[in-house]
């Protein structure tokens, strides 16, 4: 066969296998199609990237998220609803990524979430136009490589691929340090709310001293710094705009909640951007999103309206605890540690939990005893119901609507169960 | 009666959560009504004075970093000569020994307070539950998760903190089937959890060292027996994890799962 040929059947035998998957009623069926058709063709996914504009999005936070901003973003321009291939479900490496450029046109722009540990593999084997780094922390510690590691993996990896421009965080000295030998950057001041895993600088080994008193300036010694922005988040009595350095502003009026969702979607615009897309009309389509697979939507559980929330490690429960802050509802925390959780709940001590003190706190999930433990330490009063829709009843009695939060899977059955 | 407890330099060695055990000594204390204040000592600065110095775990390359300001700053081992405590977990338990692996592949001198030597393991990396039964035998059962690749081996000026059920502790192979090491006041271990918060009468044990390391120096009266807390949250959380370490695990992962919700509702103090 020639690799074409072999190609276009590993493609058939990925569709056919994710349409079985899927009437089998066993899930999307994307990562097992997808895995079919990497073993018919190793390069499988060099052949489906070929002759289309792929960008891809990277970071420990906010990739899903992302994702589907810019998706929304680039659809208008591309034939409407469903003409950008994506990753929709979140299956994040190679053969998730194999899965989303099956279906579809062969040329059809394409949106990928990559795992943090797959972009070098990504960009070799998709040549993308533009690649969005979020943020670096620390996750699942138990199954992932350290952060600093990451970080000098995407610096050599992108240093290598001249195609690409990078869009990137400015506000994280890991990401500047992922970015540093790209040839193309655009940089994001797309901010830092946590910052323990950004104090060791990855040039030098040094420290990394951040301005005090609101400033976004950070320098080490070495004089590795924050570079000059070109686009920051912005706000003021009217709103939240995207300023840019020629003096160009847009506004950032999205239906999903957070500073750290519009930080994403200025991201995404000055992705869509570079693909020639107007980032105040990139904004705009933005702004139709509600929800993000169930992110931020507000379901009924057993009689309670319960706003669903998904936060998978310290940086990204430091984001949501700001989020839920200024509310007084009840709050359920869910965790589990499953695999795909990581089996370690150790960082539920990097977590400060101290800011649900007043609130109605309810701990469940399968590891709700180690939160119950970190609850008491921060001196936070809580009740502990280990199944989560039970927890999510007794926290309704308080009346008015409830703030769930859950780790990966406790999130994704509550989403799923209810 | 008052203590000081300092987190030694959580940028480089927090990665694990284990700032969590600074939390738990300063919380017990001040439950039992003992002035207790809580030091966060960055590496940029001298380390503090303090009663209880807790170091925690970190990546490789920060590891180095703290062992190396640790030696020219010569403060941890001042305080520890003159009595203090010192709760070194994983990264941190290596570099309070007598040398340790960096990155590179070479040893680095440690801080020579325990003597325990560490290199980097052959075999795949220790990830995973830990259950292990301390030869103190004033200490119950200890419950932790390590994640680390090195094998240590506890020298004759320091004993092993526990013996070994589940998991690895100081590594595998002879004479390697324990876990931590303990001489005086200084204590290292490779469980994470954070360790005091999964194992409450460990804790306890320290803050006891720490009250009498404070009154000896200061020229005070030796404290008092520690008081009695209500630890029951941490009782059911080492219940489960003592169940799902040992080997009738499944069957009770499947007890907690299909248990009623009425009966798994437990208010708190
Ligand atoms: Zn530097």
Same mark, same amino acid.
């Given at each position: 066969?020639?690799?074409?040929?072999?190609?276009?059947?590993?493609?058939?035998?990925?569709?056919?296998?994710?349409?079985?998957? =899927?009437?089998?009623?066993?899930?999307?069926?994307?990562?097992?199609?997808?895995?079919?058709?990497?073993?018919?063709?190793?390069?499988?996914?060099?052949?489906?990237?070929? /002759?289309?504009?792929?960008?891809?999005?990277?970071?420990?936070?906010?990739?899903?998220?992302?994702? =589907?901003?810019?998706?929304?973003?680039?659809?208008?321009?591309?034939? &409407?609803?469903?003409?950008?291939?994506?990753?929709?479900?979140?299956?994040?490496? !190679?053969?998730?990524?194999?899965?989303?450029?099956?279906?579809? %046109?062969?040329?059809?722009?394409?949106?990928?979430?990559?795992?943090? *540990?797959?972009?070098?593999?990504?960009?070799?084997?998709?040549?993308?136009?533009?690649?969005?780094?979020?943020?670096?922390?620390?996750?699942?510690?138990?199954?992932?490589?350290?952060?600093?590691?990451?970080?000098?993996?995407?610096?050599?990896?992108?240093?290598?691929?001249?195609?690409?421009?990078?869009?990137?965080?400015?506000?994280?000295?890991?990401?500047?340090?992922?970015?540093?030998?790209?040839?193309?950057?655009?940089?994001?001041?797309?901010?830092?709310?946590?910052?323990?895993?950004?104090?060791?600088? !990855?040039?030098?080994?040094? %420290?990394?001293?951040?301005?005090?008193?609101?400033?976004?300036?950070?320098?080490? %010694?070495?004089?590795?710094?924050?570079?000059?922005?070109?686009?920051?988040?912005?706000?003021?009595?009217?709103?939240?705009?995207?300023?840019? =350095?020629?003096?160009? =502003?847009?506004?950032?009026?999205?239906?999903?909640? &957070?500073?750290?969702?519009?930080?994403?979607?200025?991201?995404?615009?000055?992705?869509?951007?570079?693909?020639?897309?107007?980032? *105040?009309?990139?904004?705009?389509?933005?702004?139709?999103?509600?929800?993000?697979?169930?992110?931020?939507?507000?379901?009924?559980?057993?009689?309670?309206?319960?706003?669903?929330?998904?936060?998978?490690?310290?940086?990204?429960?430091?984001?949501?605890?700001?989020?839920?802050?200024?509310?007084? /509802?009840?709050?359920?925390?869910?965790?589990?540690?499953?695999?795909?959780?990581?089996?370690? !709940?150790?960082?539920?001590?990097?977590?400060?939990?101290?800011?649900?003190?007043? %609130?109605?706190?309810?701990?469940?999930?399968?590891?709700?005893?180690?939160?119950?433990?970190?609850?008491?330490?921060?001196?936070?009063?809580?009740?502990?119901?280990?199944?989560?829709?039970?927890?999510?009843?007794?926290?309704?009695?308080?009346?008015?609507?409830?703030?769930?939060?859950?780790?990966?899977?406790?999130?994704?059955?509550?989403?799923?169960?209810? | 009666?008052?203590?000081?407890? #300092?987190?030694?330099?959580?940028?480089?060695?927090?990665?694990?959560?284990?700032?969590?055990?600074?939390?738990?000594? +300063?919380?017990?204390?001040? +439950?039992?009504?003992?002035?207790?204040?809580? @030091?966060?000592?960055?590496?940029?600065?001298?380390?503090?004075?303090?009663?209880?110095?807790?170091?925690?775990?970190?990546?490789?390359?920060?590891?180095?970093?703290?062992?190396?300001?640790? $030696?020219?700053?010569?403060?941890?081992?001042?305080?520890?000569?003159?009595?203090?405590?010192?709760?070194?977990?994983?990264?941190?338990?290596?570099?309070?020994?007598?040398?340790?692996?960096?990155?590179?592949?070479?040893?680095?001198?440690?801080?020579?307070?325990?003597? #325990?030597?560490?290199?980097?393991?052959?075999?795949?990396?220790?990830?995973?539950?830990?259950?292990?039964?301390?030869?103190?035998?004033?200490?119950?059962?200890?419950?932790?998760?390590?994640?680390?690749?090195?094998?240590?081996?506890?020298?004759?000026?320091?004993?092993?903190?526990?013996?070994?059920?589940?998991?690895?502790?100081?590594?595998?192979?002879?004479?390697?089937?324990?876990?931590?090491?303990?001489?005086?006041?200084?204590?290292?271990?490779? @469980?994470?959890?954070?360790?005091?918060?999964?194992?409450?009468?460990?804790?306890?044990?320290?803050?006891? +060292?720490?009250?009498?390391?404070?009154?000896? $120096?200061?020229?005070?009266? @030796?404290?008092?027996?520690?008081?009695?807390?209500?630890?029951?949250?941490?009782?059911?959380? $080492?219940?489960?994890?003592?169940?799902?370490?040992?080997?009738? $695990?499944?069957?009770?992962?499947?007890?907690?799962?299909?248990?009623?919700?009425?009966?798994?509702?437990?208010?708190?103090?």
């Amino acid at each position: 066969m020639s690799p074409g040929i072999r190609s276009s059947a590993a493609a058939v035998a990925t569709r056919a296998v994710n349409t079985a998957v =899927r009437r089998v009623g066993r899930g999307s069926g994307t990562v097992a199609g997808g895995r079919v058709g990497l073993r018919l063709d190793p390069s499988l996914l060099e052949h489906l990237g070929a /002759g289309r504009r792929t960008l891809l999005v990277t970071g420990t936070n906010g990739k899903t998220t992302t994702t =589907r901003l810019l998706v929304a973003a680039l659809e208008p321009a591309c034939g &409407g609803p469903g003409s950008v291939a994506t990753n929709a479900t979140g299956s994040n490496m !190679p053969a998730g990524h194999v899965a989303a450029l099956a279906t579809g %046109r062969r040329d059809a722009t394409a949106v990928l979430e990559v795992d943090e *540990g797959y972009l070098a593999e990504a960009l070799v084997a998709l040549d993308p136009v533009v690649s969005v780094l979020l943020n670096l922390s620390r996750d699942q510690l138990d199954r992932t490589s350290e952060v600093r590691m990451l970080s000098g993996r995407w610096r050599s990896a992108l240093g290598a691929a001249e195609h690409t421009w990078v869009v990137a965080n400015a506000d994280d000295p890991l990401v500047v340090w992922a970015a540093g030998e790209a040839s193309r950057v655009r940089w994001v001041a797309a901010g830092l709310g946590w910052r323990a895993d950004a104090v060791g600088c !990855p040039a030098c080994e040094g %420290r990394i001293t951040f301005e005090e008193g609101g400033g976004d300036g950070w320098v080490c %010694r070495c004089g590795f710094s924050r570079p000059v922005v070109d686009v920051s988040v912005e706000r003021d009595g009217a709103g939240t705009w995207a300023v840019w =350095r020629d003096g160009r =502003r847009a506004r950032v009026a999205l239906g999903i909640p &957070g500073k750290f969702n519009a930080s994403n979607a200025v991201m995404a615009a000055e992705a869509a951007g570079i693909t020639g897309v107007d980032a *105040g009309a990139a904004l705009r389509a933005m702004g139709e999103l509600e929800s993000v697979g169930g992110r931020f939507s507000i379901k009924d559980v057993k009689g309670v309206p319960t706003r669903l929330l998904l936060a998978k490690n310290p940086a990204g429960w430091h984001e949501l605890l700001e989020l839920v802050g200024d509310d007084t /509802g009840s709050v359920v925390v869910a965790i589990n540690a499953r695999l795909a959780d990581g089996r370690d !709940p150790s960082w539920l001590w990097d977590v400060d939990f101290e800011r649900l003190g007043g %609130r109605h706190v309810v701990a469940t999930g399968e590891r709700c005893l180690d939160l119950a433990v970190r609850l008491r330490y921060a001196q936070v009063p809580h009740l502990t119901v280990r199944q989560p829709e039970a927890a999510v009843a007794i926290a309704g009695q308080h009346g008015g609507r409830v703030d769930f939060i859950g780790n990966y899977t406790a999130f994704a059955e509550l989403l799923g169960r209810s | 009666m008052s203590l000081v407890v #300092v987190v030694v330099y959580p940028e480089l060695l927090g990665t694990y959560g284990d700032g969590g055990n600074g939390v738990v000594l +300063w919380r017990r204390a001040r +439950w039992r009504g003992i002035r207790s204040e809580l @030091l966060m000592a960055s590496s940029d600065q001298p380390l503090p004075d303090g009663d209880v110095y807790c170091l925690g775990g970190g990546e490789d390359g920060p590891q180095v970093q703290a062992a190396a300001a640790l $030696r020219s700053d010569g403060r941890l081992q001042g305080a520890a000569d003159e009595g203090a405590v010192v709760l070194a977990v994983c990264a941190g338990y290596q570099i309070i020994g007598t040398s340790f692996p960096g990155a590179d592949g070479e040893q680095h001198p440690g801080v020579g307070l325990l003597d #325990v030597a560490t290199v980097k393991g052959q075999g795949p990396r220790a990830v995973g539950e830990v259950l292990a039964g301390p030869f103190d035998p004033g200490l119950p059962f200890l419950t932790g998760f390590e994640n680390h690749s090195g094998v240590t081996t506890v020298g004759p000026g320091a004993s092993p903190l526990a013996a070994v059920q589940v998991g690895s502790g100081n590594g595998v192979g002879p004479g390697h089937l324990t876990e931590g090491a303990v001489s005086g006041r200084v204590m290292g271990t490779y @469980l994470h959890g954070p360790v005091l918060a999964r194992n409450p009468a460990l804790a306890d044990l320290l803050l006891d +060292w720490g009250l009498k390391g404070a009154a000896e $120096r200061r020229g005070q009266e @030796l404290p008092t027996p520690l008081a009695v807390l209500d630890d029951a949250e941490e009782e059911a959380l $080492r219940a489960e994890r003592l169940a799902s370490g040992s080997p009738g $695990r499944r069957r009770s992962r499947r007890r907690h799962r299909t248990a009623p919700a009425g009966d798994d509702l437990r208010g708190v103090p």
